[in-house]
C-alpha cells in the first residue's frame, strides 16, 4: 500500500488522515503467471495499480487473434477506463503476464473515494492525462516506420524488452513476432 501512497504523494499533497482512509478504499490482490483478470464481454468493475509484476490488456479481432493494446509494469495502472467509468461491459481482456501484485479498487468504493477525497480527482486527473498523451504518442510513431519505431519503444521502455514475451511485444508494435526478431538481431549488432 505504501507504493500506492507514495505514488499519489508525487502529485498532491495529503495528510496522515487522508492517506489512511484511502488505503482503506483499495485490496491487495495477487495473480497467477497467465491470470485472466478480465474477460472481453465481462462487467468492467476494478481499477488496478501495479505494485509488482505486468499486465497486458488485449482484445481477440475478427480471426480470433489476440491483439495486445497496452502493457503495464510497476507504478502503472490499468482497466478498460471507458467500460470502467460507465459501468459497462469490457471490449478487451486484461491479463497478468507474471506472478503479479495488485492494489485494486471498486468502481463503487473508487467513485465514494473521489468525492470524499477531492484531491484525488487532480490524481486520476493527472495520470489521465498522462496516459492519453502516451497514446497519441504512441499513435504517432505507429504511423512512423516500424524500425523506428521498434528502436524508439526500446528507448523509452527499456524493461518490456526483456519481461515481455515476443510474441506479445510483437502484436503490441504491430509487427509479426519474425520482424521483430529481425530487429532485435539488427539492434543487438549495432550495440557490439
Known amino acids: 500500500m505504501e507504493l500506492l501512497l507514495n505514488h499519489i504523494k508525487k502529485y498532491v499533497e495529503l495528510n496522515d488522515e487522508q492517506?489512511?482512509?484511502i488505503s482503506k478504499s483499495f485490496n491487495i490482490i495477487t495473480t497467477a503467471k497467465r491470470e485472466l483478470l478480465l474477460n472481453e464481454g465481462e462487467m468492467c468493475t476494478h481499477l488496478y495499480f501495479v505494485v509488482k509484476?505486468?499486465?497486458?490488456?488485449f482484445y481477440a479481432d475478427e480471426k480470433g487473434v489476440e491483439q495486445t493494446i497496452q502493457?503495464?509494469?510497476e507504478n502503472w495502472w490499468m482497466?478498460?477506463?471507458d467500460a470502467f467509468n460507465k459501468r459497462k461491459k469490457s471490449l478487451f481482456s486484461i491479463q497478468a503476464l507474471e506472478k503479479t501484485t495488485l492494489i485494486g479498487i471498486h468502481k463503487t468504493d473508487?467513485?465514494?473515494l473521489l468525492?470524499?477525497?477531492p484531491s484525488l480527482e487532480k490524481y486520476f486527473r493527472i495520470i489521465y492525462e498522462r496516459a492519453y498523451s502516451a497514446s497519441l504518442y504512441r499513435m504517432k510513431y505507429a504511423r512512423s516506420s516500424k524500425e523506428d519505431f521498434y528502436y524508439l519503444?526500446?528507448?523509452k521502455y527499456p524493461d518490456f524488452l526483456q519481461r515481455v514475451p515476443q510474441k506479445l511485444l510483437a502484436s503490441f508494435l504491430g509487427l509479426t513476432p519474425e520482424y521483430l526478431s529481425e530487429l532485435r538481431k539488427k539492434n543487438s549488432k549495432v550495440r557490439s
Not at 53 to 57: D, H, V
Open 19 to 21: 492517506l489512511t482512509h
Open 79 to 81: 482497466t478498460d477506463i
Open 110 to 112: 473508487f467513485d465514494f
Open 71 to 73: 502493457f503495464a509494469l
Open 153 to 155: 519503444f526500446c528507448s
Open 115 to 117: 468525492s470524499d477525497q
Open 53 to 57: 509484476g505486468c499486465l497486458r490488456m
